[in-house]
């Protein structure tokens, strides 16, 4: 197996590093730190900080990607998918990039945008499963799917910084069994 180059150790310490200890509070040199390599190295793969932000925010994102699909199980009910989607989302104890960089770098027009985008394709995904089970009677059909799945990402995102708080991944998991109930057609 050949070793990781010094960009992708670069890019796997800032997530590490930004995830653990926030964007503002991480440093360059933090980063290179943490990758093991000089801090020149940095400046050689990355334009600025933001740069690499924007990079690890690609990562996480990609990553998240097998909990995304979750959603597209043939075969699967619609609640059941978007329960296993919430599960697969996960507790951990940093919480999600994803809201952690929107709560941090919301004031960032690159970072607002590219959130906002990812945003946009999350709800896309959870709305089209939601649509499925409105189609066949299993979820509820009083509200747009796409108002539905807003609801889901946003409560997601804050049960998972609650959970942060609380080091506790009882939070999601009260979560997921409040939004089975609230999605069950009547």
Known sequence: MPKPNH???I?????AVFHKQGFHA???QDVVDHAGVPKGSFYNHF???DALGLEVLESYWTAGGSARTELQMDGVAPLER???HLAAAGYDKNGCLIGNFSSELAGSDEFRSRLSELYKVWV???AACIREGQEDG???RDDRAENLAEFIIEGLEGAK????VERDPAVLKRYRNSIRLFLQSP
């Open 47 to 49: 334009k600025s900080k």
């Open 11 to 15: 890019l796997s310490a800032g997530l």
């Open 138 to 140: 299993t979820l509820r």
């Open 82 to 84: 978007i329960d296993r």
């Open 7 to 9: 960009r992708e150790k």
């Open 161 to 164: 910084l609650k959970a942060k």
């Open 124 to 126: 896309s995904e959870v």
């Open 26 to 28: 991480t440093g360059v």
